[in-house]
């Protein structure tokens, strides 16, 4: 086995050439390159993180943005609510108003219609009160051939009249 | 070797390649071999990958997201094993995976068929007992940095009954003493198990089919498929030795951050 045989011969070439290449690994590689490549990764890793967490925020602004935008739109439609309820009132009251001027008008209407249909009947009574004794009269003198007075006449007819 | 004759452990000799005999310092000779060579090579690849992936771009390339794999999971087993705390130990545990993983890997290559012969660094108990013994004085020494002399409490495990301390503290000592050698001697015999592996079955195809044609049959042929399958679980094996070395070097530290 060389490595026992030549022991006594290598092993201070093999420590010596070891320590100064691994040492120079070391120092270029681990000390020099090494933190050049982790940074670069924590760079990498950093500005991922930074992103994430931007998209994060922004995702929350968005939904703090809805949630403003959906109280917005919901107070918004209580005061459109409110003004058509308003509305409804209001054209309410006035059509109430205007149906009140309106009854009033009509009662009035019918109250002077009333009035004259009543004064027409009065009158056309009166009218037929008159043809009717001058027909009784008409009617005695011819069956009976007695003259009756005007009056007589006239009260006979009021009596048949007011017992129908 | 044309007689079919192949010698199984001659892949992990070291041959000097320059400065063997005036190269030392403090009278230890510091030759530069085939280990040290494969090494260099190692060290040189890690930094052309790494620094091919530290381009800095948001959006990364392929190269770029190979290297941020690399560096995400050791980060994330150094989290999962130590904590927050564990960033600081990122550029070792890197460095140490990955070197071991590209030692493994570098050592595994097919070369041998351009004529060059790939050399595994992590087969020799020197090298990996290095990097296991300096490992484990990081434990070491930030165990007693951070918490004096109650770093010895980690010997006597919690609930512990007051008469079983004098037992279960040598027992808890000598885990703890073993553990680079357990480290180091884990990575070394599973590389050079791998590749002492892969040399006989290829001396089995080279005798079987010089042989004849029976033995190319029975032995040659069945050993090739082998070899096929083992090749690519030694490429697993190659990612899961340099995975425990980073994964223990990991627990071992938590011990030393996060005393029980």
Same mark, same amino acid.
């Not at chain 1, 009033?104 to 009218?127: C, F, S």
């Not at chain 2, 995976?97 to 595994?108: E, H, P, Y």
């Given at each position: 086995m060389p490595q026992i045989a030549q022991l006594a011969t290598t092993y201070?070439?093999?420590?010596?050439?070891?320590?100064?290449?691994?040492?120079?690994?070391?120092?270029?590689?681990?000390?020099?390159?090494?933190?050049?490549?982790?940074?670069?990764v924590d760079l990498r890793d950093k500005q991922i993180a930074d992103d994430l967490a931007a998209a994060e925020a922004a995702r929350a602004a968005a939904d703090a943005e809805e949630e403003a935008w959906k109280v917005t739109a919901a107070r918004q439609r209580a005061e459109a609510q409110a003004v058509i309820a308003q509305a409804k009132a209001d054209a309410a009251k006035s059509t109430e108003a205007a149906l009140a001027v *309106?009854?009033?008008?009509?009662?009035?209407?019918? %109250?002077?219609? #009333? *009035?004259?249909?009543?004064?027409?009947?009065?009158? %056309?009574?009166? #009218?037929i009160e008159a043809v009717a004794a001058d027909a009784a009269q008409d009617i005695v003198s011819r069956l009976a051939g007695i003259s009756v007075p005007a009056e007589?006449?006239?009260?006979?007819v009021k009596g048949v009249l007011a017992h129908g | 070797m044309a007689e079919g004759k192949v010698d199984p452990v001659h892949q992990f000799t070291i041959e000097p390649l320059f400065g063997t005999d005036h190269w030392s310092i403090a009278g230890y000779n510091v030759m530069f071999t085939n280990s040290a060579l494969w090494m260099a090579i190692t060290a040189v690849v890690l930094i052309v990958f790494v620094a091919g992936g530290a381009k800095r771009a948001v959006v990364p390339g392929r190269w770029q997201m190979a290297v941020e794999g690399f560096t995400g999971f050791v980060d994330n087993l150094l989290k999962s094993n130590i904590g927050e705390a564990g960033r600081k130990y990122l550029p070792y545990i890197f460095s140490l995976?990955?070197?071991?993983?590209?030692?493994?890997?570098?050592?595994?290559l097919p070369l041998a068929l351009v004529g060059l012969h790939p050399f595994t660094a992590t087969s020799h108990f020197t090298v990996t007992g290095v990097l296991a013994v300096m490992s484990f004085a990081i434990v070491l020494i930030v165990g007693f940095a951070k918490h004096k002399l109650h770093f010895f409490s980690l010997f006597v495990p919690h609930g512990t009954p007051v008469?079983?301390?004098?037992?279960?503290?040598?027992?808890?000592?000598?885990?703890?003493?073993?553990?680079?050698?357990?480290?180091?001697?884990?990575?070394?015999v599973a590389m050079m198990a791998g590749h002492v592996l892969l040399e006989v079955l290829s001396g089995f195809v080279i005798s079987g089919t010089n042989a004849g044609a029976l033995t190319f049959g029975i032995a040659a042929l069945p050993s090739f498929l082998l070899m096929i399958g083992i090749c690519a679980l030694e490429l697993l094996v190659a990612g899961i030795q340099a995975y425990v070395f980073a994964l223990l070097t990991c627990v071992y530290l938590n011990d030393a951050e996060n005393l029980h």
């Open positions: 201070s070439s093999q420590v010596f050439w070891l320590l100064v290449c691994f040492g120079l690994v070391f120092f270029v590689v681990g000390l020099g390159l090494l933190p050049k490549v982790t940074s670069t *309106a009854s009033a008008k009509v009662d009035e209407t019918l %109250a002077a219609a #009333e *009035a004259r249909i009543g004064a027409a009947r009065n009158a %056309a009574l009166g #009218e007589q006449a006239q009260a006979a | 995976f990955m070197f071991i993983l590209f030692a493994n890997l570098l050592g595994l008469p079983m301390i004098p037992i279960i503290f040598p027992i808890e000592l000598i885990s703890f003493m073993v553990r680079p050698f357990s480290l180091g001697l884990r990575l070394f």
